[in-house]
């Protein structure tokens, strides 16, 4: 028979699933109460029985006080961002394509070297296809190989913003879902996300860079003030 945990362990649970109440809880702007009554019912959910509201209460706050130690301090993030810098490229395509295709024909092209001048080139090879960040020219060279079964997803006018940050950002937990978290919260959908070296790399729509871009420069901008 299994073991029946406590309250606390599902309200952990249920805070874990909202990343950004914990950030509000860092802040001291939660009132722990309408925070234990936005999550009684998925704590109840989860458990598959029924709590009092004074047990999910007591429960929130011994375990926010718990999760809290093991978030980084917004002086740590505010650090790594006012010391980064964006870049922006325009014009760009994301194509995935199957695994098979890449090994059989684009790796030729990469051998040689036709793709060698191509001002943006990224390759993330995942379990079921590659996909492949490139400029608009190049991502047509590459699809004129291809049958259309081989291409599973080709997204054009794309834009790229870049951040790059200190040797810090490689060891401090907290930025990509700051970054990612920005940007979505203004509506903007993340095409790809890439991380290469002190690189975070954002694809999005090209009618959505003048959004993405501002928010990310105003984040870093206040992060300056925050140091």
Known sequence: MSRREGVSYYVRLALLSRPYVLIALQQGII???????????DVEKIAGRSFTKTSIKMAVLRVAKSMLETIPPTLRLSRVLSSSSLRV???LS????????????????FASGSLSKTSVLHVI????????ITDTEAAERIVSILTKEEILRH????????LTGPPEILTTPGIVS?????IAV????????????????LIVEGS????????????????KTQI
Not at 208 to 221: C, F, G, H, K, Q
């Open 31 to 41: 009132n722990y109460s309408a925070l234990a009554k936005l999550i009684h019912g």
């Open 89 to 91: 490229y325009h014009d």
């Open 94 to 109: 994301v194509l995935s394509v199957q695994n098979s295709a890449f090994h059989t024909k684009i790796e030729k092209m």
């Open 125 to 132: 090879k995942g379990e079921t296809a590659v996909t492949i």
């Open 155 to 162: 997204l054009r006018n794309q834009a790229a913003i870049v």
């Open 178 to 182: 700051l970054v990612s978290m920005s």
């Open 186 to 201: 203004r509506g903007v959908n993340l095409t790809e996300i890439v991380s290469c070296h002190r690189d975070i790399i």
């Open 208 to 223: 959505d860079l003048s959004m993405a871009y501002d928010t990310l420069r105003t984040l870093i901008e206040w992060a």
